[in-house]
Nanobody, 124 residues
Framework: QVQLVESGGGLVQAGGSLRLSCAAS????????MGWFRQAPGKEREFVAG????????RYRDSVKGRFTISRDNAKNTVNLQMNSLNPEDAAVYYC?????????????????WGQGTQVTVSS
């Protein structure tokens, strides 16, 4: 059974940092792009960051560029999202997802596996 399990969410003050991790099990995703998405209450799910299968390419939504960094360790089948300078607008449930190809895409419909999500709360 394929599983993606996120961890690292929590409550942080504005300006603080969190590091999210996603551990995959059941199969390897070393040739698949991986992505982080988020969904805030009353809002649609949105792409946050993605990384190509070999880790050579990354992509971010404009609002997190320069503050968030996505990385992966294919040997451990994990993907991380380092989030710095957090602000209240970053508060949401964050989801890890595995793409269906090695290319980064922003459409969640192109991701075949999803984690259960981890809550990020930012206090002002």
């Amino acid at each position: 059974q394929v599983q993606l399990v996120e961890s690292g969410g929590g409550l942080v003050q504005a300006g603080g940092s969190l590091r999210l991790s996603c551990a995959a099990s059941g199969r390897t995703f070393s040739t698949n792009a991986m992505g982080w998405f988020r969904q805030a209450p009353g809002k649609e799910r949105e792409f946050v960051a993605g990384i190509s299968g070999n880790g050579a390419s990354t992509r971010y939504r404009d609002s997190v560029k320069g503050r968030f960094t996505i990385s992966r360790d294919n040997a451990k089948n994990t993907v991380n999202l380092q989030m710095n300078s957090l602000n209240p607008e970053d508060a949401a449930v964050y989801y890890c997802a595995a793409g269906t190809s090695r290319y980064i895409v922003t459409d969640g419909g192109e991701y075949g596996y999803w984690g259960q999500g981890t809550q990020v709360t930012v206090s002002s």
